[in-house]
């Protein structure tokens, strides 16, 4: 597990990014005009990865953990992991973090009993970088390119996600990457 920062003097600054399992659900409609009947399968974190600022980085799947097997959904410890982290932060970087992966966190946490980690300040970076400039787009990969920071790992597209849920390693190892990516993309 990712530790805090040692200098108590100074706020404790976590980069962060999840990537979580699509809804599955029932529908009656036609792939082009969905009717959905019920949500059989919530969303849930599946990966994340962490960093204090200019720190330590960890970057975790459900395979990395001892109650994993391949087809069984079960996030509760990389909730209850990413809750020790965000209760120990000040300030949260993230992109469309306010809007996606904090309040993607806050379900998982009270699915899993666990309660509102302590109080912290979110640095969106999608939403400040909407505030000073005009660009052609706000994604991650677009801004990071504009300003030649790097772009994000390549994939191939949802099949990355069936394959992590199916169990494939070689996936998750991919996923991770690309997850890991993402935060030292977003801390540039």
């Known amino acids: 597990m990712l530790k805090s920062q040692d200098d108590s003097s100074s706020a404790r600054i976590l980069v962060f ?3 979580t399992s699509p809804y599955e659900a029932l529908s009656w ?3 082009w005009k969905t ?3 019920k949500i059989t399968q919530p969303s849930m974190v599946m990966c994340f990865s962490a960093k204090w600022l200019n720190g330590q980085q960890v970057t975790a799947g459900w395979p990395d953990y001892p109650k994993y097997r391949p087809g069984v959904r079960d996030d509760c410890d990389i909730v209850t992991d990413i809750w020790m982290l965000i209760d120990a932060a000040d ?5 469309n973090g306010r809007a996606f992966d904090l309040r993607t966190m806050n379900a998982r946490f009270i699915a899993h009993g666990l309660p509102p980690p302590s109080p912290y300040s979110i640095v969106d970076t999608k939403v400040q970088v909407k505030k000073a400039v005009r660009l052609p787009s ?3 990969d677009e801004i990071g390119d504009y300003f030649g920071l790097g772009r994000k790992l390549p994939h191939q597209g949802f099949k990355l996600w069936e394959d992590c849920l199916a169990g494939d390693l070689k996936a998750w190892r991919t996923m991770k990457a690309y997850n890991h990516n993402d935060v030292n993309l977003l801390e540039k």
């Open 35 to 37: 009717n959905l009947i």
């Open 29 to 31: 409609g036609p792939k």
């Open 17 to 19: 990014d999840i990537e």
């Open 138 to 140: 706000n994604s991650l």
């Open 91 to 95: 300030i949260i970087i993230a992109h």
